[in-house]
């Protein structure tokens, strides 16, 4: 298997422009989480589905942050409009009904 | 709730010499607790898992652990530090049977020296 697949691995973009992160979860997990990574405040998890379905986006930190997972090999992270301060690394990872959890390898964000 | 706290920020052994990295936890059950590495401007991966069998776990890369409940600890050993081991490691804890998201710890850069 390939992995937690993620993409962009880089995106800078432009205080008020709109980024889409994706995700691929390995096949047949069914549990999918994003996470955010700063030096100020370490890995966060912001939310996380089961079968596709929303369980805890409690760590969303605002509205302007969106999570989709349309079908279970595809899910996005949506923040419109970005700001300086979402530059951060976001990891997605997913697992099955054990315990390990496999990260991707990131999408590094640098907002301008 | 559960938590997780790693005791240093920093620790720096020489090539050759026993790394202990220390974890702390906080659960109201009985919790599953890891250990993952991260490797600069790489992804995490998973070292070791403790889920309730054996108290003393045997990880990737010769690392260890212990799950000592009457100390609320996870502490993260290896008799010889090589180079490659220079990453930061996180310790994360999952209450129940692991249903629940994982909660990290703030983790903890490695230096090795040479």
């Known amino acids: 298997d390939a992995g937690v697949i993620q993409s962009p691995r880089h995106e800078v973009t432009e205080m008020g422009q709109e980024v889409t992160l994706r995700c691929k979860p390995i096949?047949?997990?069914?549990?999918l989480f994003w996470y955010r990574q700063t030096m100020m405040r370490g890995l966060e998890l912001l939310i996380y589905?089961?079968?596709?379905?929303?369980?805890?986006d409690s760590g969303m930190p605002e509205d302007r942050f969106s999570a989709k997972m349309p079908n279970a090999s595809f899910s996005t992270l949506k923040i419109q409009p970005s700001e300086p301060r979402d530059s951060a690394v976001y990891f997605c990872?997913?697992?099955?009904?054990?315990?390990?959890?496999?990260f991707g390898p990131g999408t590094r964000l640098t907002v301008t | 709730a559960q938590s997780v706290t790693q005791l240093d920020s920093h620790v720096s052994v020489s090539e050759g010499t026993p790394v202990l990295l220390r974890c702390n936890y906080s659960s109201s059950y009985s919790p599953s607790l890891f250990w993952y590495v991260q490797h600069p401007n790489k992804g995490l991966q998973l070292l070791l898992k403790y889920t309730s069998a054996a108290t003393l776990v045997k990880g990737i890369n010769g690392f260890e652990a212990e799950f000592k409940k009457s100390e609320t600890s996870f502490h993260l050993t290896k008799p010889s530090a090589h180079m490659s081991d220079a990453a930061e490691y996180f310790c994360v804890v999952s209450e129940g049977t692991g249903r629940r998201a994982l909660t990290f710890g703030s983790g903890t850069r490695l230096q090795v020296q040479p």
């Open positions: 096949s047949g997990h069914d549990y």
């Open positions: 990872a997913s697992r099955d009904r054990g315990y390990e959890q496999y």
């Open positions: 589905f089961n079968n596709n379905v929303p369980i805890d």
